[in-house]
């Protein structure tokens, strides 16, 4: 039940797309509303990294009452520096809410907020804070031995903000929540791209049945890149300047929805395309079919998960938008039902839309 209330705080419970919420504060405050439905006591949480995701999913704990974030480790960020990130955001906008600076803590909408600067979990003092369910968003310690750590100074439950390097337990709500029975105290949470594919995957795979498939995911530009030319060793091509130019990007999201939908092991592969916008991102999965279906019967089954057991993991559009309109969207994968074509009955190119970092 932890689990599933902080990732459920920091994923997409929100009705199927109805334009007009923009704000942080109001998407999250949506968020809290359906999510209240899970009937839980508010779970304990802390979050180690503070950066992107880190931010974002405590702007989300602050204002769902499933969830009390009582403790952030930053790494090096000082307090005032911290309050100042969380309050302003170039993408989601300005907190809805006070935000003060009381010696090392926050005071968030009247919250304290303890924060610490630890490198390593076993020096963060989560047990001294009652932290029991943390985010792990520092992308450092993404292994169950890497994890263990926090679990030895109280943690009950870890949740990675990202792929885990090893054999843990991947989850993306709306398609393999199911399978997480509290057997493990690591899980991933997958990456944004595969979060705004397998709910599609899913949908299209359980009606149709997908023979094999190319994704490519149209990805804003991350923190990762480098604003002008630089260099990179690994990926020449990665070290160009993200703010002038489109740069293809090897991506391992498709292959990794096998790990949440097996049956479709061996059968998808993908790549990206990094582009200069700040957020929001779009894949196309173009696929072959098992069962052949016209354009508008697929559209019409995507439309009715979004409606039903899948609705706010897997959302419907008919019109005409673009990027901006799904900024601060808390849907993991909007199905865009104009954008897409079909050749033929068994073969189509499907495309949905994704928040990179809120829909995360």
Known sequence: AGFAGMVAAASAFAPTFVPGIRTASSVAAGCSNAVSTLNMAAVPCGINGFGRIGRLVARIMLKDPETKLLHVNAGSATPDYMAYQFKFDSVHGRYDGAVLVDGDDLIIDGQRVITTRAREPQDIGWDKTGTE?????????????????????????????????????????????????????????????????????????DKFGIEEGLMTTIHAMTATQAVVDSSSRKDWRGGRAASGNIIPSSTGAAKAVARVIPEIKGKLTGMAFRVPTIDVSVVDLTCKLKIPASYEEICAEVKRRSEGDMKGFLGYTDEDLVSTDFKSWPVSSTFDAKAGIGLNPTFVKLIAWYDNEWGY
Request: charged share 20%.
């Open 133 to 205: 369910y943390l985010c792990e968003s520092t992308g450092v310690f993404l292994t169950g031995e890497k994890a263990q750590p926090h679990i030895d100074a109280g943690i009950k439950k870890v949740i990675f903000s990202a792929p885990a390097k090893d054999e843990s337990l991947t989850i993306v709500m709306g398609v393999n929540e199911a399978e997480y029975t509290g057997q493990t105290d690591f899980v991933s949470c997958a990456s944004c791209t595969t979060n705004g594919l397998a709910p599609l995957v899913k949908c299209i795979n």
